[in-house]
C-alpha cells in the first residue's frame, strides 16, 4: 500500500515562509515526477511546481515562480515545497504529487496525498 503524508501547513501573516514536505512510504520500485498541486475554496485544482527524478529538472507555475522552490530526496521518498514572500492568495489546501511505481505493477501511476491547508492571513 502507497501512501504520501504531507506536513507543514499552517497559519501564517502575509510575507511569511513556510516549508511543507511530503513522505511517500510503502511498496515501491521507483518515483518519477514528484510536485504540488493546490486547491483554493471555489476554484480548480492547479500545478504549483514539480521535479523529476533525473537531473532534478523543475517547473513552476508563473504565479509562485521567484517565491517557491521544490526539492527533492530521493533516498528518503520525501519532496519539499519551500514558500517564502507568501501572499493571502496563496491559501489553499496543499496536495502532494508522485509518479511511482508500485512493486507489483509495470507501470507507472499517479498518487496523491490527503492535502494540508495553507493559510495567508494577518
Known amino acids: 500500500q502507497v501512501q504520501l503524508a504531507e506536513s507543514g501547513g499552517g497559519l501564517v501573516q502575509p510575507g511569511g515562509s513556510l516549508r511543507l514536505s511530503c513522505g511517500v512510504s510503502?511498496?515501491?520500485?521507483?518515483?518519477?515526477?514528484m510536485g504540488w498541486y493546490r486547491q483554493a475554496p471555489g476554484k480548480q485544482r492547479e500545478l504549483v511546481a514539480h521535479i523529476t527524478r533525473r537531473a532534478n529538472l523543475t517547473n513552476y507555475s508563473d504565479i509562485v515562480k521567484g517565491r517557491f522552490t521544490i526539492s527533492r530526496d530521493n533516498a528518503e521518498n520525501t519532496v519539499y515545497l519551500q514558500m517564502n514572500s507568501l501572499k493571502p492568495e496563496d491559501t489553499a489546501v496543499y496536495y502532494c504529487?508522485?509518479?511511482?511505481?508500485?512493486?507489483?505493477?509495470?507501470?507507472?501511476?499517479?498518487?496523491w496525498g490527503q492535502g494540508t491547508q495553507v493559510t495567508v492571513s494577518s
Open positions: 510503502g511498496s515501491i520500485l521507483s518515483i518519477d515526477v
Open positions: 504529487y508522485a509518479n511511482l511505481m508500485p512493486v507489483g505493477r509495470f507501470a507507472y501511476l499517479d498518487y
